[in-house]
Structures are given as C-alpha cells and as structure tokens.
C-alpha cells in the first residue's frame, strides 16, 4: 500500500472527533478544517480499511459496528501518542484546574491518580468558586479547564456536557411526602456567595410558584452552609451527592422542570494542552463514578 494511503495521526483526530459529536461539520469547526478536507480524511480511512465506518443520516452520522471498534482503538493510539509528546517535548508537568465549591476536587481524584502515575512530578494548581468566578478565570487564563453546574453561555469558552446533576432541598425538620411549597414558603435562603448559580435556581423556582422567602444569607463555606441548615437557619439547594456525601437523608424533592441542571467540563476556545488533554480523556472514562 502506498505512502499515501496511510492513516495518519491527524486522520485518526478526525475520526474520533466527528465520531464523538456525531458531525462531520461538528468536527470540522472543532478541528478549524474545511468540511471537504474532512469528508475526504473519513473517506481516506474507510478506504483504508475497506469498511463503512459510518451511517449518515438527517441529523449527522453514527458508528457502523466496525466504527465502534477502530474508534475505541483510535483512542488508546491517541491517548499514547499525547504522553509521548508530553514526555519527549518535556513539556511542564502542570495542571490548573476549576470546580465548583459545592464538588471540591471529587469529580476529578480519581483522573488525577492516574496521571500521576505517569507524570510524578505533576504540579496541580485547584481552584474553587461559583460557576460565574469559575468562568472568569478561565477566561483570564488562570485556568485551563473547570467543572462547572449549569453554564453562563459565554460565547469565547467552550462548553462540552458531561452528565446531569440531581438538585434537591434540604433544611431542618424535614419529612418525607412533605408539601414543598408548604416547607420553603417564608424560609431563609442559605447561598455561597451571591453570585451562586443556585440562588438564580432558587429564585427561578420561587417566582414560578409564586412563593415568597425570607433573607438571602450568603455562608460562603459548604461544610458552613450545610450545619446552618440543619440548625433550622435557612434551606440550601444543593446536588443530591452532596446531601448524601454529610449524610443527609432527608431532604425536599425540587420540582420535576428544575430538577436537573447540566454538568460540563469548560475551557477557554482554541486551547487544550497535551496534559489536559490527557486529564480529559481519563476523567470523561471516569465520569459515570461522580
């Protein structure tokens, strides 16, 4: 087979890539390529292998079978050849990373200890705020990459989801099949900080019922937030992991519309370092444990 047939590194990013966005032109934008020169690179491979590696349908493409398996093989190859790069071009072992207060660096410990591993010298450099300080970090370049509840939607950070978090309500005396309109009604709002996604949750779910609350206190700690609301000073919405992380077992179901909020890993557009990359990969094969 000539030189020219072979399926390259770049070739093997293409067809990951559009495979996980399940769009050629997804993938495209992703990668800053033509979407001729990409259709051509998907074609190059199926050539290659003489398979069809993809279905195209209305709405993008899928895996064909035998996509689902060179694309899990494509990624042990890319993840390799990522720490490669990092070990040869010895490239500082460094990572800074955000997360939200309310996760602290669980979403991520287990991603850690296997770069770790690898890189024993790593440097990591963890900061933690609200979604909003969060994203402004980012996009001053004091962090690389960041686990955020729902998102701002600024237009010059990159958002990619990765799972749903549960939100539930808790506070003192509460009992299960309790009435929460009934409950929250007049109750002090126990928040990080005032710019605290939640307090926008809270607020939303307030105004939708057409319920009242008391004072907005602002704790600023989450081991703080969660003694003060079990002393009976204020309901918290917080994410059913961390109710059962202090071990708190009962606490007030939000309504079925504002239940759920998005999770996602964010950086700033156009910059994914080696390291990070490699951070990425392990966490998203981790993600299911949070």
């Not at 978090?165 to 900080?193: Q, T």
């Not at 059913?240 to 079925?256: D, F, G, M, T």
């Amino acid at each position: 087979m000539g030189e020219e047939n072979k399926v390259d590194i770049e070739n093997m990013k293409a067809f990951v890539t559009v495979a996980e966005l399940e769009s050629i032109s997804g993938a495209a934008i992703e990668l800053n390529h033509l979407q001729s020169n990409m259709t051509a690179k998907i074609k190059k491979i199926e050539s290659y292998y003489n398979q069809e590696l993809f279905i195209r349908n209305s709405k993008g493409v899928k895996l064909t079978r035998y996509g689902e398996k060179l694309y899990h093989q494509f990624k042990k190859i890319l993840f390799l050849w990522e720490e490669t790069e990092n070990k040869m071009k010895k490239n500082e072992e460094k990572i800074r990373i955000g997360t939200m207060i309310s996760g602290g660096g669980m979403q991520f410990s287990s991603a850690l200890n296997k770069l770790f591993e690898t890189y024993p010298d790593l440097s990591i450099n963890l900061k933690t705020g609200s979604t909003e300080y969060i994203e402004e970090q980012v996009l001053l370049g004091n962090i690389d990459i960041a686990y955020t509840i729902g998102s701002l939607n600024n237009k010059q950070i990159n958002y990619k989801k990765v799972g749903l978090e549960e939100m539930v309500i808790i506070g003192n005396a509460i009992e299960s099949n309790m009435n929460f309109d009934a409950y929250v009604s007049g109750k002090n709002i126990l928040v990080l900080s005032d710019r605290c996604l939640y307090l926008s949750i809270l607020n939303s779910i307030f105004t939708g019922l057409n319920i009242k609350y008391g004072e907005i206190i602002e704790v600023g700690e989450l081991e703080t937030l969660v003694q003060f609301a079990m002393m009976g000073m204020g309901i918290s919405l917080v994410p059913k992991r961390i109710a059962k992380r202090y071990k708190i077992n009962n606490y007030l179901e939000v309504p079925s519309s504002y239940r759920y909020i998005d999770f996602y890993l964010i950086t700033r557009l156009s910059h994914e370092l080696p390291l990070e990359k490699q951070f990425i990969e392990l966490n998203n094969s981790l993600i299911n444990n949070i």
